[in-house]
Nanobody, 120 residues
Framework: QVQLVESGGGLVQAGGSLRLSCAAS????????MGWYRQAPGKERELVAV???????YSADSVKGRFTISRDNDKNTVYLQMNSLKPEDTAVYYC??????????????WGQGTQVTVSS
């Protein structure tokens, strides 16, 4: 089992920055990828950025050039540095971890979510 604890959300003005953190604990050796999703009011949850165990990254077009995902393997922690924030970035941000079992099946784990509000 994997537990994910998020921090760093809050209220910021447009153009400002925030850094989200997600610390993984438990059976972290199983993790093949970690990422961030967000869900804005009235919208479906969408992928923001992901980083694999091999270090490759992907980010959505809407945040490319503004958000950066990174990791600290020693601390089993991933970060989402959010710069040049826009009101449309307002959402609940969820940390996600993908685990691969010894049978090569995949399991999903989610953080509780942290609110990011960008004022105009």
């Amino acid at each position: 089992q994997v537990q994910l604890v998020e921090s760093g959300g809050g209220l910021v003005q447009a153009g400002g920055s925030l850094r989200l953190s997600c610390a993984a604990s438990g059976d972290t050796i199983c993790i093949s990828a970690m990422g961030w999703y967000r869900q804005a009011p009235g919208k479906e949850r969408e992928l923001v950025a992901v980083i694999s165990s091999g270090g490759s990254t992907y980010s959505a077009d809407s945040v490319k050039g503004r958000f950066t995902i990174s990791r600290d393997n020693d601390k089993n922690t991933v970060y989402l540095q959010m710069n040049s924030l826009k009101p449309e970035d307002t959402a609940v941000y969820y940390c996600h971890a993908e685990c691969q079992s010894v049978a090569l099946s995949f399991y999903d784990y989610w953080g509780q979510g942290t609110q990011v509000t960008v004022s105009s």
